[in-house]
């Protein structure tokens, strides 16, 4: 049986291979890291008294009457949990809900007082405030959280002074939150004031403790997020994922991203400010970081001289970053694209066309683009540019799905190497597309012709339950990495072979009463 230590080596181990570059560069360009502050918040959170799912969560919630939540400012997951919080706190007949927010200065308190009525559009409101000016971060996840206040909550406030960018005054603002959240509460006396404030300010020391001395009647709960110790110890559970832990009394911390995909985010945000603010983000970086992440978990040579057990010269074969697609351009791909190539690029933010060897992308989401740097992984060790000619293919026939389906398992297989916390697949999801089909039923040639119907949709569904299950298979010890090559060098384009493949990851994947593998080759 898998030990705790196996499973989190194995868990880790692409995710690790990717974060050693990035870290590097981040340190090299943030010099702020070594400061007291910053480090009295690392060193508060090493460990956590135990595992804790999303009822026991709500429960931790529901009483508290300030509850902070931990902000990484160039994170766009995490002002949209704050948001997804925010919503499920506000239901009717509860308490209301007041937001207070660091991004925004209490000066600037008559702009969003006026934003709020309605008087003022967002593009003045964005202006008025400074947002770019004085903060600089992603905007779109941060007006998301304002749009849902607007919608849920009694009112919003900035808790913010200046100056910004020191953070040898960080306690002032700690001391300027704690007295405006005591004049909210004061005016909001039966609310829930939700605070999203950086996750520094947030260690027991800062604010939290000059809360509980200004506000000592009031019940305060912090919700931490992502915070790297804690995610390194969860990510060694025997559990397929853990989304939030207990940490002691009053303080939780909740996981919705990976460390690799905060310091992708901040390396992006420091690329920006030490550019030119006109210009689009160049993500060429942090895509080919994260196929470098699933090259090395699955200990691919990209150098390699011969096709074999190993792609010829993936070096040579990388693909194209286009980043912000203009439209007519995009038109003119869908006349020849697989159907679903356009609808992945405008729901996740990136899509990975073979036929260009190009990946389209207009978000940075790591899940997604880890699932789309595998496909093109894929379509190299089969052989690219020669298997592109068939992905165009409509998926009408059998083999055509079958391929798609073992696609869409091994993107989603990938996605899961850097993303652990992805959510699994289940059999439940697959009951949507094919109602009392077993899995193994729905791979069955007279079971698939009932399907082709509506191919895209069963193809995502069963392969994604095929990567979910694949994934435990290596988590395990079951699939080695010399056999998940092989899959991956299979040439799906040789009759039968896609079929072939499909069972043999069926089979794969059943083999739980075996023995697992002493070791990951």
Known sequence: MATSTTLGTRRNAAQLHALTDVEREVRSNDRSTRRKYLRDFVEAFRSYQGIIDEAELAAMIAPADIVLVADYHALPASQRYAATLLERRAQPGDRPVVLGMEAIFSRHQHVVDAWWRREICEEEFRQRIRFDLDWNYEWDPFYELLVTAREHAEAIYGLDCMPRGDLRGAATHDRHAAEKLAEISERHPDAVVMVLFGESHLAPGHLPQLLRQ????????????????????????????????????????????????????????????????????????????????????????????????????????????????????????????????????????????????????????????????????????????????????????????????????????????????RPAIHDDDLAEVAPGETMTQMLDPSKLASHLNAPQRLSQQLGYKLGASLYSAYMNGRATKSWLRSVFMSKLETPGSARRVCREITRKIASSGKKPCASVR
């Open 214 to 421: 200004r506000l000592p009647e009031k019940r305060l709960l912090t919700v931490l997020q992502n915070v790297d110790t804690l995610y390194w110890s969860a990510a060694g559970e025997l559990r397929e994922s853990v989304m939030s832990v207990r940490v002691d009394d009053g303080v939780v911390c909740v996981f919705n991203s990976t460390p690799l995909e905060k310091y992708e985010h901040y390396r992006m945000c420091l690329d920006r400010w030490s550019g030119n603010d006109d210009d689009p983000p160049d993500l060429n970086p942090a895509v080919y970081n994260v196929l470098q992440g699933v090259v090395r978990g699955l200990g691919i040579n990209q150098y390699s001289a011969r096709n074999g057990t190993q792609p010829k010269f993936l070096v040579d074969l990388l693909p194209e970053v286009y980043c912000n697609p203009r439209e007519d351009h995009l038109r003119n791909l869908a006349g020849g694209a697989e159907d679903g190539w356009l609808k992945r690029l405008e729901e996740r933010g990136c899509a990975y066309l073979p036929a260009a060897n190009t990946l389209y992308i207009r978000e940075f989401r790591m899940a997604y683009v880890a699932e789309e740097m595998t496909r093109f992984l894929h379509h190299a060790c089969r052989g690219l540019p020669a298997c592109s000619r068939r992905s165009d293919e409509p998926v009408e026939t059998q083999a055509a799905l079958l391929r798609l389906t073992v696609e869409n398992c091994l993107g989603y297989f990938g996605s899961r190497l850097l993303c652990p916390t």
